[in-house]
């Protein structure tokens, strides 16, 4: 391995255990899942780390709002520019989710802070839900600023027309866990990954896997992509339903901005 791929599985590595590309238990962290005695339930029980999934009070994911007239707009306005070139990417099945790491993808600036994209990944059904909804698939490009500070763009999946833009990761999807694939220039354009109108709804989250650590901003679009059912299918037979129930908002808010400058 490179030093610029060890680079970024060591950085994804850091963000949490979702984005590890090895066995938990390589690493000593205690195993978890989405059922039976390492399910979301009981996440917070397995080890002391895994506290804050249970004890935190900004956990994600969380039930959005359906009607405009409960948003209120974001004291924090948000940008993002997407760079279109041909990049190498690693596409990692990790047990858990599915994962593309690779640089310069996009970076994202909000409240005036800027954060790197540094790797994506699926789940199935959606985490976030829309008044009680789910949809098929919701896509998580995650973003890191220089400080460590994360925050997430969500993008919800739902049955429609073709994405090309998603055919790429398709055509090297890892089928079993542990297996990863390296790809040297091929063109994943971000920007086909995401809805024209990109509102979004902001709150205060945590990541949504062991540790559950707080303090992410979450930036999930109003606006869903469409995939068609193929698509949707061959996504959904290596994802396994690793989507964790959607947690108590508590005394947070869900605010609305816009990812292109627009509110």
């Not at 029980?45 to 804050?52: D, F, G, I, V």
């Not at 359906?66 to 974001?74: E, H």
């Not at 049955?159 to 040297?184: I, N, T």
Request: aromatic share 6%; glycine share 8%; charged share 20%.
């Amino acid at each position: 391995m490179d030093a610029r791929r060890a680079q970024c599985c060591c950085l994804a590595l850091a963000l949490a255990g979702v984005f590890n590309p090895a066995p938990a238990a390589e690493h000593g962290a205690p195993h978890w899942g989405y059922d039976g005695d390492s399910g979301p339930a009981v996440w917070a029980t397995l080890a002391p780390e895994y506290a804050e999934c249970g004890a935190g009070r900004r956990q994600s994911p969380i039930d959005l709002p359906v009607a405009v007239g409960l948003d209120v707009p974001s004291e924090a306005p948000a940008t993002l520019e997407v760079y279109h070139h041909e990049h190498s990417v690693d596409v990692v099945n990790n047990g858990h989710t599915v994962m593309v790491t690779y640089d310069e993808g996009d970076a994202l600036t909000y409240a005036g802070k800027p954060y790197a994209l540094v790797q994506y990944h699926l789940h199935a059904p959606s985490e976030h839900t829309v008044g009680g909804q789910h949809f098929p698939l919701e896509l998580h490009l995650v973003h890191r600023a220089a400080d460590g500070e994360l925050a997430v763009v969500g993008v919800l999946l739902e049955k429609g027309a073709h994405q090309s833009g998603f055919d790429p990761v398709l055509a090297h999807l890892p089928r079993a866990a542990d297996e990863q694939a390296h790809v040297e220039h091929v063109a994943i354009d971000v920007d086909a990954l995401l809805p024209a109108k990109r509102n979004a709804y902001a709150y205060l989250g945590s990541l949504t896997t062991p540790p559950c650590t707080e303090g992410v901003h979450w930036l999930v679009l109003r606006t869903p992509v469409e995939l068609d059912a193929a698509q949707i299918e061959a996504f959904a037979a290596v994802l396994h339903d690793n989507a964790r129930p959607v947690q108590p908002l508590g005394e947070r808010r869900v605010s609305t901005t816009g990812l292109d400058g627009a509110p």
